[in-house]
């Protein structure tokens, strides 16, 4: 079964810093994605940034990059000039697609960042 | 350990139908939030419950309504059920309602509801 764990419960980034939050996942899958989420106060989920796990170059959206390590099967967000508004909770989350055309999410349990002015 | 039970794992119901999907959190949870993911979309946050009480309310439709139970466990009813209902609806639940740090949150798998 795959299992995705997210490490930091909590972390914090002062205004303008790199921050780097950590997930490590396991699975025997060849084929998969993985997500991070932002959640802000809204319980809204944002779209941070995907990876394709046959791409082997890291996932890059403006401020936000990823280090995409398959063998070790790890999954970490860096957060570039961290902003005030980027204080939220972060999931990761492994994405399985089946061949009935559904898909399997399984989401970790957070990291809670804070940007400190 | 335990995790969140959501049941059933797949539901197909009928245009205009009711469905009832049910959340067990973690025990010792208090929290449960509600979500729902149609194919290609991010999660949308429907409803949160603390304490048995609604908490957050997020984009849920009037024809859904749900509620948690004395045992924590929470049931998300949908009615006049449309075409677009269909999506992976995931539970998750935490410690308390902002979600105590050390415990974070906790997803369900999700149940996954074709209306045809």
């Known amino acids: 079964a795959q299992t995705v764990t997210q490490s930091q419960p909590e972390m914090s980034v002062q205004e303008a810093e790199t921050v780097t939050l950590s997930c490590t996942y396991d699975?025997?899958?060849?084929?998969?994605?993985l997500f991070w989420y932002k959640q802000p106060p809204s319980r809204q989920m944002i779209l941070v940034i995907r990876?394709?796990?046959?791409?082997?170059q890291n996932a890059t959206e403006n401020r936000f990059s990823v280090n995409f390590q398959k063998a070790a099967k790890s999954f970490s967000l860096k957060i570039s000039d961290s902003q005030l508004g980027d204080t939220a909770m972060y999931f990761c989350?492994?994405?399985?697609?089946?061949?009935?055309?559904?898909?399997?999410?399984?989401f970790g349990t957070g990291t809670r960042l804070k940007v400190l002015a | 350990a335990a995790g969140v039970i959501q049941s059933p794992r797949h539901l197909i119901k009928e245009k205009r139908e009711t469905a009832t999907l049910k959340c067990y959190p973690i025990?010792?949870?208090?929290?449960v939030y509600w979500y729902q993911q149609g194919p290609g979309q991010d999660p949308q946050f429907l409803i949160s419950?603390?304490?048995?009480?609604?908490?957050d309310k997020g984009s849920i439709p009037d024809r859904f309504s749900a509620q948690q139970f004395s045992d924590y466990h929470s049931e998300l009813n949908m009615s006049s059920l449309e075409l677009g209902d269909s999506a992976l609806y995931f539970c998750?639940?935490?410690?308390?309602?902002?979600?105590?740090?050390?415990?974070?949150?906790?997803f369900g798998s999700g149940t996954r509801l074709t209306v045809v």
């Open positions: 998750a639940s935490s410690l308390g309602r902002l979600g105590q740090v050390n415990y974070g949150y906790t």
């Open positions: 699975t025997s899958e060849n084929n998969y994605y």
């Open positions: 990876q394709e796990a046959y791409k082997q």
């Open positions: 989350a492994f994405m399985k697609p089946r061949n009935s055309g559904t898909y399997k999410y399984i």
């Open positions: 025990p010792r949870h208090d929290t």
């Open positions: 419950f603390y304490e048995k009480m609604q908490s």
